[in-house]
């Protein structure tokens, strides 16, 4: 295992930046060229074949500025895999719960007015009311799950729906 290592480190030191040759060396125990480790060691099988990936869906306006913005203020030498700014996450987050507490108040305001105590419509408005009152936090985190389930919903419905050419043409016959 070590001599593997060890070959594996020797083919990536040929290739590196002078300086960092110079470095490595200095750090690690002596390391014999690529070809002399691969003589004295046993070559591993070939990884098996993994099927390619998909290839990557082109970003849109607001991620091409976000990826912009990424790179433009990572320090050098750093990841390029950062998390997201703590001022764009506060942001978005203030965001949802401003529109979620608007669309409740909206909802409240188009309710039925003359509808009865076990009306289930009027429940539902009642209950988002109180949840906005108790917990904006989870209110926030519900319609962003009702939003998703409603946006499933009509994208399946849309799925679904037949192409109107071939009916006409199969009803012609």
Known sequence: MHAHY???????????????????????????????????????????????????????????????IATATQAPGTAAGRPELRSAQAFRETWSRLCAEDEVVQAVQRGPENAGPLNSHMLVLRTLGLLR???????????????TLLWLEQASAQLKQPAGKPKAARQKK
Do not use: I
């Open 6 to 68: 060890l070959a594996a480190l020797a083919r990536r030191l040929e290739a590196a930046p002078e300086a960092v040759q110079r470095l490595l060396r200095a750090k690690l125990p002596v390391v014999a060229p690529a070809e002399e480790l691969a003589q004295d060691t046993v070559a591993p099988a070939a990884p098996p074949r993994r099927p390619r990936a998909p290839p990557p869906k082109p970003l849109t306006p607001l991620g091409r500025l976000h990826q912009h």
């Open 133 to 147: 009152e108790l917990s904006p936090d989870y209110l926030r985190r519900f319609m962003a799950h009702a939003d």
